[in-house]
């Protein structure tokens, strides 16, 4: 269905009509709002769903990120986004309603703190012509998602992605999708909200296939929640409860919790865990979440479930938050060793490497590789299927020294490897067979839950290697 000037539009299945454009044969619709503002009265609140409305709405531009404090930033500078972030953006083929086409809805990560659907990292146009209808969806990050207020909803970016994801189910047919082959996908932080989700009554008939992009499935405890909140309002200068927080300015709050993403000493002095990076993330609230990820799908799956899993890792996660700036070198024993305390693991045999490669690679593997095996365990033994990745290209970045790190796999996965982001995660000449080769394989299983390798079994292991010339190996 297209306008008078051949921009394309659809009807939604309750609401209005959104019009939207060309690019390359494709459809393209950005900034759709799909809750209202998350402020004023609504601060801290569960999210409103979006009314319906008469007529025609543009959706040309990409709604503002949720205010955040941008990975890079200078101390000085100021945070970005806006109020009225919850939205979502689509890009799919030219194809009618009765299409049926699979669904790829993503989250994006950024330690529950950072990040927003409109990274260029994550355009969605390669997945849309490979005849996907591609989705990106925004939620609530930091204090307003995460910090865990008594006298409010807890968990509220869980609770905005809930909502787009039913925004999903009543109105992708408008674009040809098809609301039974939904597949939900995200890396790191969006990876473990979806681990989150997949343990809720509430998700069930959502999505029926999830891809687990470097998992990170931490979650706090009441006491850890409040330790953090204590913290953050101390260095904000803010009472930490719902109304004195409703009222502080925004760059005080995201500038403390800024602080402490950065700093372990001062996540330590202020009595937080040091094993976590990042001071906020979902709580075990004991309403919402009642059990960790693992625990309460052990809960949900007593029953064999239909879901089809995708999961998976990079061989040196940790190197994304060590290398840049020379902090790989400045790791000591004293620093492993504070970390295997904290974390409750034992120390690995002493190998001829520096601390800050031991450091690296015992906190890859309790934040990333043993849930990734975890989850995928268990599918293999509750769910419908289980299949596993492990991502080993090495970075040429930052002299060679970033390795597979933490989201080094983006590009390749998106067919995005030209951008800036791209090029400071991959460098200037990535194999592009390898973006290709994963990409068909999210593509391939999103349409059939077959990415294209064997599935993973308990008594039958079996990984998928992605830029190593061994194509499949045991874990």
């Given at each position: 269905m297209t306008d008078a000037r051949g921009a394309p539009e659809v009807q939604l299945s309750h609401g209005g009509r959104l019009r939207g454009w060309r690019e390359a044969g494709l459809r393209v619709f950005k900034g759709i709002r799909y809750a209202l503002p998350p402020f004023g009265t609504r601060r801290f609140a569960p999210p409103v769903a979006a009314a319906?409305?008469?007529?025609?709405?543009?959706?040309?531009?990409?709604?503002?990120?949720?205010?955040?404090?941008?990975?890079?930033?200078?101390?000085?500078?100021?945070?970005?986004?806006?109020?009225?972030?919850?939205?979502?953006?689509?890009?799919?083929?030219?194809?009618?309603?009765?299409?049926?086409?699979?669904?790829?809805?993503?989250?994006?990560?950024?330690?529950?703190?950072?990040?927003?659907?409109?990274?260029?990292?994550?355009?969605?146009?390669?997945?849309?012509?490979?005849?996907?209808?591609?989705?990106?969806?925004?939620?609530?990050?930091?204090?307003?998602?995460?910090?865990?207020?008594?006298?409010?909803?807890?968990?509220?970016?869980?609770?905005?992605?809930?909502?787009?994801?039913?925004?999903?189910?009543?109105?992708?047919?408008?674009?040809?999708?098809?609301?039974?082959?939904?597949?939900?996908?995200?890396?790191?932080?969006?990876?473990?909200?979806?681990?989150?989700?997949?343990?809720?009554?509430?998700?069930?008939?959502?999505?029926?296939?999830?891809?687990?992009?470097?998992p990170s499935v931490a979650c706090q405890t009441v006491e850890?929640?409040?330790?953090?909140?204590?913290?953050?309002?101390?260095?904000?200068?803010?009472?930490?409860?719902?109304?004195?927080?409703?009222?502080?300015?925004?760059?005080?709050?995201?500038?403390?919790?800024?602080?402490?993403?950065?700093d372990a000493g001062l996540r330590r002095t202020m009595g937080l865990a040091s094993r976590h990076l990042f001071p906020l993330r979902p709580v075990l609230d004991g309403r919402m979440l009642v059990a960790p990820p693992l625990q309460a799908l052990q809960t949900?799956?007593?029953?064999?479930?239909?879901?089809?899993?995708l999961v998976g890792h990079n061989a040196d996660e940790m190197r994304l938050y060590h290398v840049p700036g020379g902090g790989l070198a400045r790791i000591t024993e004293a620093d492993v060793e504070d970390f295997a305390r904290s974390a409750g693991v034992a120390l690995p045999v002493a190998q001829a490497s520096t601390s800050g490669e031991r450091l690296c690679a015992l906190q890859s593997d309790y934040h990333y590789a043993a849930p990734a095996a975890a989850l995928a365990h268990l599918a293999a033994t509750r769910a419908a299927s289980a299949h596993r990745y492990r991502f080993v290209w090495p970075s040429p970045g930052f002299d060679g020294h970033l390795g597979a790190a933490h989201g080094v796999e983006l590009p390749f996965v998106f067919g995005n490897v030209d951008n800036a982001a791209a090029r400071e995660l991959a460098g200037t000449s990535p194999p592009r067979a390898l973006s290709q080769q994963m990409q068909q394989a999210w593509v391939r299983f999103a349409?059939?839950?077959?990415?294209?390798?064997?599935?993973?079994?308990?008594?039958?292991?079996?990984?998928?290697?992605f830029g190593a010339r061994e194509a499949v190996a045991a874990p």
């Open positions: 319906p409305w008469q007529g025609v709405r543009e959706a040309l531009d990409f709604g503002p990120a949720f205010p955040h404090w941008p990975r890079h930033a200078a101390p000085d500078a100021d945070p970005v986004g806006g109020e009225d972030a919850l939205s979502l953006n689509v890009w799919a083929p030219d194809a009618p309603a009765d299409a049926r086409l699979p669904v790829m809805v993503w989250v994006h990560g950024g330690g529950f703190v950072r990040g927003s659907a409109s990274e260029p990292l994550y355009d969605g146009a390669a997945f849309a012509r490979q005849g996907v209808v591609f989705v990106s969806i925004q939620y609530r990050l930091g204090v307003d998602g995460f910090a865990h207020l008594p006298d409010a909803p807890p968990n509220r970016g869980l609770l905005d992605q809930l909502m787009a994801l039913r925004w999903v189910q009543d109105h992708i047919g408008a674009w040809g999708g098809d609301a039974a082959r939904v597949t939900a996908f995200g890396q790191s932080a969006g990876a473990g909200a979806i681990a989150c989700l997949m343990g809720l009554p509430e998700a069930r008939g959502l999505f029926q296939r999830v891809i687990l992009q470097s850890e929640a409040q330790a953090a909140l204590a913290a953050i309002g101390e260095l904000a200068g803010v009472v930490p409860d719902r109304a004195a927080l409703a009222q502080a300015p925004l760059a005080p709050l995201l500038r403390a919790v800024q602080r402490l993403t950065q949900a799956w007593q029953q064999p479930s239909s879901l089809q899993l349409k059939t839950g077959d990415p294209g390798w064997a599935a993973h079994r308990p008594e039958l292991p079996c990984v998928k290697l």
